[in-house]
Structures are given as C-alpha cells and as structure tokens.
C-alpha cells in the first residue's frame, strides 16, 4: 500500500513541477510595453516591388485551407 502512494505522490510531483516550468517558461514570453512602430512609412506598406509583378502567381498545396 506504501509503494502504491510513494508513486502516486511521485508521479503528482514530477506532473506539478512541469506544469510550473511550463508556465514559468511561457510566462517570460514577450516584452512589456506599447508596440513599436512599423519601419517602413504607412504609404509604402503593402506594396509589392517591381520584382514582385514579374513573377506569377503560383498555386501553394495549402492554399485551399486558408
């Protein structure tokens, strides 16, 4: 009966200590503070290139996907 609680207790442990790196971990993701301005001045965004005109359109095989 001892050994069946000594692995449950174990393995409660071992199952507590991932959760809290896991969340620790992730909890260190990003950066606090506003957003930074884009690098780029608003009207050149969302153009595309010369070279991008060239070239056609070319069907991708996870394109029905999205």
């Known amino acids: 009966m001892d ?3 000594v692995n ?3 393995r ?5 200590s ?7 971990a992730l ?8 957003l930074d ?3 780029t ?3 050149q965004q969302n153009k595309r290139g ?4 060239k070239t056609p359109d070319t069907p991708f095989l996870l394109d029905p996907l999205l």
Do not use: H, N, Q, W
Not at 12 to 16: A, G, M, N, P
Not at 18 to 24: K, Q
Not at 50 to 53: C, G, K, L, N, R
């Open 50 to 53: 010369v070279e991008a005109e």
């Open 8 to 10: 449950s207790l174990k």
């Open 37 to 39: 301005p884009p690098s």
């Open 3 to 5: 050994r069946v609680m």
């Open 41 to 43: 001045p608003v009207d």
């Open 27 to 34: 909890s260190a993701c990003g950066r606090k503070g506003d």
């Open 18 to 24: 991932l959760v809290l790196a896991a969340s620790l």
């Open 12 to 16: 409660t442990t071992l199952t507590l």
